[in-house]
């Protein structure tokens, strides 16, 4: 989940520490689907991750902490970037930037491009949100992301267009 905060992470935390003051709290980031294997692996005993759109994990029970909206993210010189919302289809001719394949987001994405009925045309793929950011920002392409992105990263020159119909991330 790129910003915990979002469902309280610290206060989690906190408030299970104070429950069970005798473990010892190892905390580990990586991308969904890497926590998920370990998790399966049994490496790990929890993760806090977006649930994949794209990938099954029968052994594992997911809980929902929380939901956030994706949205487009373009240069602010994008023709539809001045759009209050913007339909998925209309996309269908961009230039697309993609979080990795080990991202939950990955399959949303590949997702709403099946519901809209083309296939994106990906120019690249970027693990590095900042670098995702910046790439957008120079008119390379356009990206799907996480509304929740938008408080954690600078977006000067970068505009985030909402869907017409929402793509939720769980």
């Given at each position: ?14 408030d299970?520490y104070s ?8 905390i580990?980031?990586g ?34 902490m ?26 269908k ?15 949303y ?7 809209a ?6 120019i690249g ?6 670098i ?5 920002r120079?008119g ?10 938008m ?7 970068v ?12």
């Amino acid at each position: 989940i790129t910003a915990l905060e979002t469902i309280h992470f610290s206060r989690l935390i906190s408030d299970f520490y104070s429950i069970y003051p005798q473990l010892t709290l190892n905390i580990y980031t990586g991308k969904s689907i890497s926590l998920l294997e370990s998790l399966e692996k049994r490496e790990i005993d929890v993760a806090f991750v977006a649930q994949p759109a794209n990938y099954s994990f029968p052994n594992i029970s997911f809980k929902p902490m929380g939901i956030d909206e994706y949205v487009i993210l373009m240069s602010h010189s994008h023709p539809l970037a001045a759009k209050g919302a913007i339909d998925f289809p209309e996309l269908k001719n961009e230039r697309f930037i993609v979080h990795g394949p080990n991202q939950a987001l990955q399959g949303y994405f590949l997702q709403a491009c099946k519901e809209a009925n083309f296939v994106p045309n990906v120019i690249g793929c970027v693990e590095s949100t900042p670098i995702m950011i910046s790439l957008i920002r120079t008119g390379l392409g356009i990206c799907i992301s996480p509304a929740e992105e938008m408080d954690y990263f600078s977006m000067q020159g970068v505009a985030a267009v909402r869907l017409s119909k929402p793509i939720y991330k769980r």
